[in-house]
């Protein structure tokens, strides 16, 4: 299993970025997608996740600003980042937890990472 991330870059304060996160390989099911990030010096933090159904979850920095999303079909996760700012400069990456096969237990996958920042 692999997981490409993509659509990093640099922005300006106020801007806006769209990340994606493919998903492929030996892939049954899908349950939870999602983005963390972590700046240099701290912990990974969890930014958004997505279940299978739809179910999201989101860090209080980024609520109202930014958007998950996933297209099940193609097992990619998205991720639509608006007014971003500053602090929101970090490496992002995605994951996911899934199973192979039927019966085999749950994993999670990590993409490589994408850089973002954001000059003020």
């Known amino acids: 299993v692999q997981l490409q991330a993509s659509g990093g870059g640099l922005v300006q304060a106020g801007g806006s970025l769209r990340l994606s996160c493919a998903a492929s390989?030996?892939?049954?099911?899908?349950?939870?997608m999602g983005w963390y990030r972590q700046a240099p010096g701290k912990q990974r933090e969890l930014v958004a996740a997505m279940t299978r159904g739809g179910n999201t979850n989101y860090a209080d920095s980024v609520k109202g600003r930014f958007t998950i999303s996933r297209d099940n079909a193609k097992n990619t996760v998205y991720l639509q980042m608006n007014s971003l700012k500053a602090e929101d400069t970090c490496v992002y990456y995605c994951?996911?937890?899934?199973?192979?096969?039927?019966?085999?237990?749950?994993?999670?996958?990590w993409g490589q990472g994408t850089e973002v920042t954001v000059s003020s």
């Open positions: 994951y996911a937890d899934l199973i192979k096969a039927t019966g085999s237990p749950r994993s999670i996958y």
């Open positions: 390989g030996s892939i049954f099911s899908i349950y939870v």
